[in-house]
């Protein structure tokens, strides 16, 4: 299986007021098409940041990331930005939805981004409510769903642009099990039956098992096993 | 326009605010447009100012008299097809806070302005009553006046020779109403003869305030007004004549610049809105990080994002503004006829519109663009951290 995302030697250092600090040291990594992958560690080990660097919402200070052959270490702004849109959904602890759009105008969104007509962009959000199991919960504003429900918009929202890659910010950290268990299986789905491939961060060994295979960051280098 | 339902949802997000906020922009634009339309009032010259009336008065103030034997030389003129002359007399009707408008009015003075509505018979018992006046509709209404009634006025510049108090006494011949109702303001006009005033005014008698000269044809008045002014040259009467408008206009410019006026209270008013809505989006764009934050994570780029941000307080601006210059027009006709024609406000012109749309768009502009930028600034991962 060939690899989706390259990372080569990949640093990223963060300056606060006259300190520098380095998060990430020197990470090469490769994450096949169709995988599905935890990244448990510590806090403050970098796991979030790799994720960002991975979703391109931010830039490394030294090394390369490739995904789908896009060297998206060289884009631009305005080109990464575009990149987002074309290529990657974005699952977060919190939901980020937003809170005045019913579930189907929040999953619509990312799709404003595209030249779709507004009878498409409603339809194909319809599609992707009903994989998440919501199509009843369409009109529903995200304070009216629980938390389980919410992430599964934001899943919906996260796919409704096909993108290859799935970058997952503990996505079951704010759920109860049961829930946790629904959002997690709903992966697990997407990335078996669909072919996306999944990065996701948590701090839970018990969604880590539902990943395909899981890495660990210990101060901010890949280490083979847990400490 | 796809984008609508974002900027829309993000106005809702605090509706109290937005609702608050879009009352202050609404009585912002509701002040501007009855402002603008003083403005416009006291601007046009009034509506009374015919193109075949030229006022001839002194070339130095308006309160300083003419010698009436200069009415003949007027008269005289090529091109002058008719002369009559008038002098304003001050005074209020039982309280200081019921002040008249009263003129002493040469013969002919109604050739020269039908528009006061006078029947010939009106005008015959104002010639052959020394004491006699005509009052206009709507002063009459307001006091309750009718043909008959004896008029007490307290003069507040002119003494009566015969008693040598400041109170007149006169009889009212005839109320007269103006037939069209843009000459509405007429109607507050009390006129009375002017060779009584003449006669019976301590201040000395054969001078008139201004004298109409009706011309025969309007594209001479320039040339009339020059041999009109040149009877005069050098004399210790000079005159200055104008077109009625310009007349009027200079008349309401002793009041003080209206314009300045205008524009002093709008600016203030429009510094005080920026402040506040400036404020209010500041706040909004805030309290929207995380959701701008993820808009970016999504794929809008930093210009989507600064043009939703922009575009909100545009459209904040635009929604308050549109309704305080729509309640402005419905309120217009009903000040007009409330104030018995008294206040002539005009309809909001299509200048008035256009002005109104611009300064909404450019108060929504400069509101806006902190904020927007800040949200364009926006570092995607500090603000999804929290940081």
Request: proline share 4%.
């Amino acid at each position: 299986m060939s690899a989706l995302v390259e990372i080569r030697d990949l640093s990223k250092a963060y300056t606060r007021g006259r300190q520098t600090v380095e998060v990430l040291h020197h990470v090469t990594l490769d994450i096949n098409e169709g995988d599905f992958l935890a990244l448990m560690g510590p806090s403050g080990s970098g796991k979030t940041t790799l994720l960002n660097l991975i979703g391109g919402l931010d830039s490394p200070s030294s090394g390369s990331i490739s995904v789908a052959g896009t060297r998206i270490d060289q884009l631009g702004g305005t080109a990464l930005a575009k990149w987002r849109a074309a290529h990657v959904g974005f699952i977060f602890q919190f939901y980020n939805l937003l809170p005045m759009l019913s579930a189907q105008k929040n999953v619509e969104v990312p799709l404003l981004l595209t030249k779709l007509s507004a009878a498409q962009r409603r339809q194909n959000a319809k599609i992707a409510l009903q994989l998440v199991n919501l199509a009843d919960r369409a009109a529903h504003k995200p304070a009216e769903l629980s938390g389980g429900q919410q992430q599964r918009v934001a899943i919906a929202r996260a796919i409704i642009s096909d993108p290859a890659l799935l970058v997952c910010d503990e996505p079951t950290g704010d759920l109860d099990r049961q829930s946790a268990e629904e959002v997690l299986g709903l992966l697990q789905v997407l990335n078996r039956e669909q072919g996306k491939t999944i990065v996701m961060v948590t701090h839970d060994p018990k969604a880590a098992d539902h990943a395909s295979h899981t890495l660990h960051l210990e101060k901010g280098s890949l280490v083979e096993s847990p400490p | 326009m796809k984008y609508l339902h974002l900027i829309r949802a993000a106005l809702m997000r605090r509706k109290t605010r937005t609702v608050l906020t879009i009352l202050s922009v609404l009585a912002a634009f509701l002040l501007f447009g009855l402002l603008d339309g003083v403005r416009v009032a006291f601007n046009s010259g009034g509506t009374l100012a015919g193109v075949d009336r030229l006022v001839v008065a002194s070339r130095f103030s308006i309160i300083q008299s003419l010698p009436e034997s200069l009415v003949n030389r007027v008269a005289a003129v090529p091109g002058v097809k008719l002369t009559t002359w008038a002098n304003w007399f001050g005074g209020y009707y039982r309280e200081q806070k019921n002040q008249m408008i009263i003129f002493a009015i040469g013969p002919d003075y109604f050739q020269a302005y039908p528009d006061y509505g006078v029947t010939p018979a009106m005008a015959d018992a104002l010639a052959t009553t020394r004491t006699g006046v005509l009052a206009g509709k709507a002063v009459a209404d307001r006091f309750g006046w009718k043909t008959g009634d004896k008029l007490p006025i307290m003069g507040s510049i002119f003494p009566n020779k015969s008693t040598g108090e400041t109170t007149w006494t006169f009889d009212i011949v005839g109320v007269f109403q103006a037939p069209q109702a843009a000459n509405r303001a007429l109607e507050q006009q009390i006129l009375l003869n002017w060779k009584y005033f003449d006669e019976a005014n301590a201040y000395g008698g054969g001078q008139v305030g201004w004298i109409v000269a009706k011309v025969a044809d309007p594209k001479h008045s320039a040339e009339i007004a020059q041999a009109i002014d040149a009877l005069s040259a050098n004399s210790d009467h000079e005159t200055k004549t104008q077109t009625e408008q310009e007349f009027n206009l200079s008349f309401a410019r002793q009041i003080g610049d209206i314009g300045l006026i205008v524009t002093a209270i709008i600016g203030a008013v429009f510094f005080t809105l920026m402040l506040l809505t400036g404020n209010t989006m500041a706040q909004a764009v805030r309290e929207r990080i995380p959701e701008l934050a993820t808009l970016k994570t999504i794929g809008f780029t930093d210009a989507q994002v600064l043009a939703l941000v922009f575009g909100e307080s545009v459209l904040l601006i635009l929604i308050g503004g549109l309704l305080g210059l729509a309640l402005a027009t419905l309120l217009m006709p009903i000040v007009t006829e409330a104030s018995g024609g008294m206040i002539q406000l005009p309809p909001i012109g299509s200048r008035s519109w256009g002005m109104g749309i611009a300064l909404m768009i450019a108060v929504g502009a400069i509101v806006g663009i902190l904020p927007a930028w800040r949200a364009m600034r926006l570092r995607v991962v500090d603000a999804l951290a929290g940081r």
